[in-house]
């Protein structure tokens, strides 16, 4: 029987830009594309319905392989807060929520990302199995979202983004 374990991944960001743009960013189609989950160059679908309860998609394809990320909109209060929930069903059922808070400050906008990490596990799995494999999705999962911000970032200051090849 398989169980799951939660960790808790928050990073913030600083965006030179207000926070309407940055939570806007997270809802418009045309802009998910190029950043979320996925690039221009390799997304195949973006489509969302951003209201509570609606839903949203992103399939990727890389080296011909596909993924899909999915979710809902728990909670959408622009421009200051966004929940959501997170799947990507070709690698496991359990579903993370994500929330992200946006403020205002002088430089622009102070994003909070917070992502709520289920990590599957067996029953038979030892504390350490466990909290090696917490660690691991942790440190997977801020990895990802760091490159998608750095590209968020530039799109949203420069308008482009420049992925490191």
Known sequence: MEKASTTTLVMK?????AP???????????????????????????RNDPRVGGTWEI???????????????????????LVLTFRMPQFSETVDQITVEFKAVDAG????????????????????????????YH????????YMFEGLKQLLETGNINYPS
Not at 13 to 17: A, C, D, N
Not at 29 to 37: A, E
Not at 139 to 146: K, L
């Open 59 to 81: 399939v990727d394809v890389r080296e011909g392989k596909e993924y899909r990320a999915i979710g809902e909109y728990l909670v959408i209060d622009r421009p200051h807060k």
């Open 13 to 17: 960001r600083l965006f030179e830009v």
């Open 139 to 146: 440190t997977q999962t801020e990895h990802g979202w760091g």
């Open 109 to 136: 906008c102070d994003m909070t990302f917070t992502q709520e990490i289920v990590v599957p596990h067996e029953e038979d799995w030892t504390a350490e199995d466990i909290e090696k494999a917490l660690t691991e």
């Open 20 to 46: 309407e743009r940055v939570f806007d960013a997270w809802l418009n189609p045309d802009m998910m594309r190029k950043w979320l989950f996925t690039m221009e160059t390799t997304n195949k679908i973006a």
